[in-house]
C-alpha cells in the first residue's frame, strides 16, 4: 500500500497562484520515489483543514508557512497531532529562524527542501524513522529528549534543471478557471512559473538571498518546455513569473526568446513579472516586449533618496525607479509598484517625499502603486534591528508581522500618530491609482466589462469597489 502524503498551505487569497513550491515536492518524489499518494490541502479552497486531513488518513504530514501565518501552522499541526503520525514544517519562516521550532512539530525542514523531503519519505517507508537515522538527513532540525538538534545543512541543488517541471495536478482545478486579466484586457487562465532560485542583491528587508544562499537557473529549454506543458495541458494564455529577478540579464531573455520559438510558443502566451529599476533601458524593454511581457512590478520602496540608498544598499536611486516607469509605459507595459512606509530612520518629510513620489507616478501613468508598514521579517537586516529594540523574538506573536499591521508598525522612530496619519494618506493615494486603474480598463475594453459585470455583478462589486475602501 502507498504511503500517503499530506501536504498543507494555509494561504489564503483567491487571487493568488497555486502553492508551487508544495507542488514542486510533490512532483519530485513521484519522479524520484513513485508510489507516493500525495494530496494537496489548499487553505483557498479547504475550509476545515485538519478535519479533511483527517479523512484522508495520511502516514505524512507537511505544512508550509511564511512568518506571519507561522501561527496557523502551529495551531492546524496541534489539531492533527493525535493523528500520531510525522509532521514536518518546511518553508521560509522555519528555514530563516529554526530556533523558532515548536514542539508541535515533529521535524523542521531547513533551506530548499525536495531531496530533504525523499530522504524523510524513504525513512518512513523503511520503518526507520529514529534519532539515529535522523541525525543522517542534512538540513532539518528536532526535538530529542527536549533539546533542539539541527543537522548538517543541505548544499542547494546545483542544476535546476534536475527538478521535473511541477506538475499542477496537485494543485486545485479551480486555479485554472478564466479570470480577468487587467493587463491583458481579457479572460485569461493563469499559469505560474519559477525560473530561478535566489537573488543577486541584498536589500535590507529581504531574506530571499540567505533562504536560497546562492542564485541558480533553470536553462532557456527547460523553462520553455515548462510554458509548453501549462499551456497545452492547462490552457494557460498568461503566466506569472514569481522570481525575484526574472530579468537579470539581456543575454537571459535573448536565450529565453529563442527557445520558446524552438517550441513554437513564442507569442502564444503573456507575461507578468519583477524586474529591477537599475537594469531596465530600452534593450532590456524591447527584448521583454518580444517575450510578450504585459505588466512589470518594482519595488519602488521609497521616494526618499536616502532612506532608498539604505533600503537598496545603494544600488538603485530615485531617478533609475522615474526612468525604469517612463521607459516601460513607452513600451506599452502595465507598471505596477511598491512602497514601503516606517522604516527604521526614516522621518516624517523622507515619508512626504514618499507621497510626492506617488504623485509622480500618477501624472507618469503607472499604473498602480500600493504601500506597505516596514516589517521585521527574519534574517534580514531589519529583524536584528527589531530584536534590540525587543519587539520581535524567536517565540512571538507571528501575527503582528505583517505589511498592513498599522498599530504594531514595528520599526518607525516618529510618533505613532503622525505615521498612522501618513500611512493613512498613502493608502487614500494607492485607492486612487486603483480606481484609475479599473477605469483606464474599463474605457479601453468596455464591452468585456460590461460583460463581467452582467456574469457576476456582486463578485465584481466586491472585487473592484469594496476591495479598495478594504485596502
Request: proline share 4%; aromatic share 12%; glycine share 6%.
Amino acid at each position: 500500500m502507498a504511503l500517503k502524503l499530506a501536504l498543507i498551505s494555509l494561504q489564503e487569497d483567491s487571487d493568488r497562484a497555486p502553492p508551487l513550491g508544495l507542488v514542486y515536492l510533490a512532483t519530485y518524489l513521484d519522479k524520484k520515489l513513485g508510489g507516493i499518494d500525495t494530496k494537496m490541502f489548499d487553505a483557498n479552497f479547504d475550509k476545515d483543514i485538519p478535519k479533511e486531513v483527517s479523512r484522508f488518513k495520511p502516514d505524512m504530514i507537511g505544512i508550509s508557512a511564511m512568518t506571519v501565518l507561522y501561527s496557523k501552522a502551529v495551531e492546524c499541526a496541534a489539531k492533527l497531532k493525535k493523528l500520531g503520525v510525522p509532521i514536518f514544517i518546511g518553508g521560509v519562516h522555519i528555514s530563516t529562524l529554526p530556533g523558532s521550532l515548536n514542539k508541535v512539530f515533529d521535524i523542521g525542514i531547513i533551506g530548499e527542501g525536495e531531496e530533504t523531503l525523499k530522504e524523510l519519505v524513504e525513512l518512513v517507508l523503511k520503518n526507520k524513522f529514529s534519532c539515529k537515522n535522523l541525525k543522517k538527513v542534512k538540513g532539518i532540525e528536532f526535538y530529542y529528549k527536549n533539546k533542539l538538534i539541527r543537522t548538517q545543512d543541505r548544499p542547494p541543488i546545483r542544476n535546476l534543471d534536475d527538478i521535473p517541471i511541477p506538475n499542477l495536478d496537485y494543485a486545485d482545478k479551480r486555479y485554472f478557471l478564466p479570470r480577468e486579466n487587467l493587463s491583458a484586457g481579457k479572460m485569461c487562465i493563469f499559469g505560474i512559473m519559477i525560473t530561478s532560485r535566489g537573488c543577486l542583491y541584498r536589500c535590507v528587508f529581504c531574506s530571499t538571498s540567505r533562504f536560497w544562499k546562492t542564485i541558480r537557473f533553470n536553462s532557456a529549454d527547460y523553462v520553455a518546455k515548462n510554458v509548453k506543458y501549462q499551456i497545452e495541458r492547462y490552457g494557460v494564455n498568461h503566466v506569472d513569473v514569481l522570481d525575484d529577478l526574472f530579468t537579470v540579464s539581456k543575454d537571459r531573455l535573448r536565450e529565453l526568446i529563442k527557445a520558446f520559438k524552438k517550441e513554437g510558443i513564442l507569442g502564444k502566451v503573456s507575461f507578468s513579472c519583477q524586474p529591477r529599476a537599475n537594469l531596465i533601458d530600452e534593450e532590456m524593454c524591447r527584448l521583454m516586449k518580444a517575450l510578450n511581457v504585459k505588466s512589470v512590478n518594482f519595488g519602488f520602496e521609497s521616494g526618499s533618496e536616502r532612506i532608498l540608498n539604505i533600503l537598496k544598499n545603494g544600488t538603485v536611486t530615485t531617478e533609475m525607479n522615474k526612468r525604469a516607469i517612463i521607459l516601460c509605459k513607452k513600451f506599452g507595459f502595465k507598471v505596477y509598484g511598491s512602497l514601503i512606509f516606517g522604516s527604521p530612520g526614516e522621518t516624517i518629510e523622507d515619508m512626504k517625499e514618499t507621497l510626492n513620489f506617488m504623485d509622480w507616478c500618477k501624472e507618469h501613468k503607472a499604473d498602480y502603486i500600493w504601500t506597505f508598514v516596514a516589517t521585521p521579517f527574519p534574517a534580514t537586516i531589519w529583524w536584528d534591528d527589531a530584536l534590540k529594540r525587543g519587539k520581535v523574538s524567536n517565540h512571538m506573536d507571528w501575527d503582528k508581522l505583517s505589511h498592513h499591521a498599522i498599530e504594531d508598525a514595528m520599526l518607525t522612530d516618529v510618533d505613532k500618530d503622525d505615521f498612522k496619519e501618513i500611512f493613512k494618506i498613502s493608502r487614500e493615494k494607492s485607492r486612487g491609482f486603483k480606481y484609475g486603474l479599473i477605469f483606464s480598463f474599463v474605457k479601453e475594453h468596455p464591452l468585456f466589462s460590461v460583460s463581467l459585470l452582467f456574469k457576476n455583478p456582486v463578485f465584481y462589486a466586491e472585487k473592484f469597489i469594496i476591495k479598495v475602501f478594504k485596502h
